[in-house]
């Protein structure tokens, strides 16, 4: 399984970005989905999480400004996140658990800044 995250990028304070990531391999629509952030310095943190059944979710920072979302058929998942922070800026990693073991993606840099 590889996973291929895109999506990242430079946005203002208050505007919005939507992350993508592309599984390829077998993912099964009961395996968790998910987004991790790490900055320099701190541990990689979950963001939001999806299980099979659509269940989501939220580190208490992102809860009603990003939204997690999958699409089982194309083996995708998708993070949109809303009226950003500059303590959002973090590079974002996808990840995947399927058979017992767990997947990463290259990340993608978000900054937040003016």
């Known amino acids: 399984v590889q996973l291929q995250a895109s999506g990242g990028g430079l946005v203002q304070p208050g505007g919005s970005l939507r992350l993508s990531c592309i599984a390829s391999?077998?993912?099964?629509?009961?395996?968790?989905m998910a987004w991790h952030r790490q900055v320099p310095g701190k541990p990689r943190e979950l963001v939001a999480l999806i299980r099979g059944g659509a269940t989501a979710d939220y580190a208490d920072s992102v809860k009603g400004r990003f939204t997690i979302s999958r699409d089982t058929a194309k083996n995708t998942v998708t993070l949109q996140m809303n009226s950003l922070k500059s303590e959002d800026t973090a590079v974002y990693y996808c990840y995947a658990w399927t058979r017992g073991t767990p997947y990463w993606g290259r990340g993608t840099q978000v900054t937040v800044s003016s």
């Open positions: 391999g077998t993912i099964f629509s009961t395996d968790p």
